[in-house]
């Protein structure tokens, strides 16, 4: 069973509208991720918080919005997303130390812009 | 930068025999640590096993095991004794100390034969 857990794992959306995918990890990490998966391709880092403060942002455009509320939940917001933007969205989240982090990944969200 | 490249998009074995599955990479750092991910048809990305790059003992969980060898920077995976439940995409990433992004490999999809 995954301790990051996504919600919605299904969400299907127009180009107009305003949606948010949420995630919530209770495994004390203080970094979490966003990743976005297209069909037969390796994930793409999106986005990285850690204590609960942005400190990667991969040149994702602005119609993706992350938020941090606390330590446990990472929500991406979205809106006036384009067709190409369906994906798979993964969550991830790690411990933030110099020794290395291993990530843990939620199940993801299925997103399909229609 | 670093890049990590799987040379096998496919690959297939029998069950209960032994696959090993390539990895090469390439980084300027000196301190860095790989990892080997399963995802399976639910997608959820699935850490298998990980590898400290100052540990000279190659690193096993069970039945999988790594072949690391630093110089020539390579990095594989050996499943023993394969079951049904192996078969997925299995990525193959770094991540260099204290830096909060993996680089993904392209992955490699594993068939197993009944």
């Known amino acids: 069973d995954t301790e990051v857990t996504q919600t919605p794992k299904h969400l299907v959306m127009g180009m107009t509208n305003k949606k948010s995918l949420k995630c919530e990890q209770h495994?004390?990490?203080?970094?979490m991720y966003w990743y976005k998966q297209k069909a037969k391709k390796p994930p793409e880092l999106m986005f990285v918080?850690?204590?609960?403060?942005?400190?990667i942002n991969e040149s994702v455009p602005s119609r993706f919005s992350p938020e941090c509320p606390n330590s446990s939940l990472l929500n991406l917001h979205l809106h006036a997303l384009q067709p190409e933007d369906s994906a798979l969205y993964l969550c991830?989240?790690?411990?933030?130390?110099?020794?290395?982090?291993?990530?843990?990944f939620g199940e993801g969200s299925w997103l399909t812009v229609v | 930068a670093q890049t990590v490249t799987q040379s096998q998009p496919e690959m297939s074995v029998q069950e209960a025999e032994t696959v090993t599955l390539s990895c090469t990479y390439d980084?300027?750092?000196?301190?860095?640590?790989l990892f080997w991910y399963k995802q399976p048809p639910s997608r959820q990305m699935i850490l298998v096993i990980r590898?400290?790059?100052?540990?000279?003992q190659n690193a096993t969980e069970n039945r999988f095991s790594v072949n690391f060898q630093k110089a020539a920077k390579s990095f594989s995976l050996k499943i023993s004794d394969s079951q049904l439940g192996d078969a997925a995409m299995y990525f193959c990433?770094?991540?260099?100390?204290?830096?909060?992004?993996?680089?993904f490999g392209q992955g490699t999809r594993l068939t197993i034969n009944p």
């Open positions: 991830a989240s790690s411990q933030v130390q110099r020794s290395g982090n291993t990530i843990y």
């Open positions: 495994m004390g990490h203080r970094a």
């Open positions: 918080y850690s204590y609960e403060k942005l400190s």
């Open positions: 980084t300027s750092e000196s301190d860095y640590y």
């Open positions: 590898q400290e790059a100052y540990k000279q």
């Open positions: 990433a770094s991540c260099h100390q204290g830096a909060q992004k993996l680089v």
